[in-house]
């Protein structure tokens, strides 16, 4: 099986600006996953996609491949990353390099390591599986979880089975975008992964930090800093 990692490191974040190259501890933010991917001898190939010449240089110190930019028009804030996926699939293609399954690695997930993707490529494989995707614990339990009216009264917020004994409920897990694997072939049907076929890779809590605010930095430093 060929696999290709896929890092998008898209520049000019609002929300953290720069938060892909943002240094972490004496590295960049993206050369994380950058590494944990190569340390886990599981791609042909690792690229980073960006529309940066700046984030590609730093991407080829670390190790990985860039041999283009990403499109203008997979480089706005609302471009998916299935988008990007794509085009990058696209690209190699028409270079005569094909891959039988991609595995998306964001780079705001610099605590997830080369063990967690090694585990889902262990799931993939014993699997036959069409994906796996990583997953964590929820920090509270759903039924603890409703809508606010907008004048803040909370008749109705949970059900009243939702006040009971937290140890009696089951765990419940959520995305924490550390890991996307897919085949490449049933992809391309829709793109959509949750389905028969798609398995859930559980990390713990503490390399499911993903960052997107200063505190998930913060957060994310402390932990790297207290391992």
């Known amino acids: 099986m060929k696999s290709i990692a896929i890092i998008p490191a898209r520049s000019g974040s609002k929300g953290l600006p720069d938060k892909n190259i943002k240094e972490l501890c004496g590295k960049p933010l993206m050369a994380y996953t950058i590494e944990a ?5 599981q791609f042909d190939e690792i690229f980073v996609s960006t ?39 696209r690209r190699y293609e028409k270079d005569g390099k094909v891959f039988d399954a991609f595995c998306l690695l964001q780079p705001t997930s610099p605590l997830r390591n080369s063990d967690d993707i090694i585990k889902a490529f262990n799931i993939y494989k014993e699997k036959s ?3 796996v995707v990583s997953v964590c614990e929820v920090e509270h339990p759903l039924s603890w979880c409703g809508e606010i009216k907008d004048d803040l009264s909370m008749d109705g917020f949970i059900e009243r089975a939702g006040t009971s ?20 072939e049933n992809f391309r049907k829709d793109r959509f992964l949750y389905r028969a076929g ?8 503490r390399n499911s930090v993903d960052i997107d605010t200063i505190f998930d930095f913060k957060y994310a430093e402390f932990l790297l800093k207290n391992a």
């Open 51 to 89: 529309d940066s010449e700046k984030y590609a240089q730093i991407a080829k110190e670390f190790g990985a491949e860039v041999p283009f930019l990403r499109s203008n028009e997979n480089a706005a804030d609302n471009s998916s990353s299935w988008d990007v996926v794509e085009e990058v699939l």
């Open 198 to 205: 798609c398995y859930a890779c559980v990390m713990d809590k």
């Open 129 to 131: 599986a069409k994906a």
């Open 165 to 184: 004994q937290r140890q009696k409920m089951g765990i419940t897990y959520r995305l924490n975008g550390a890991i996307y694997l897919a085949d490449i």
């Open 37 to 41: 991917a190569k340390q886990s001898g």
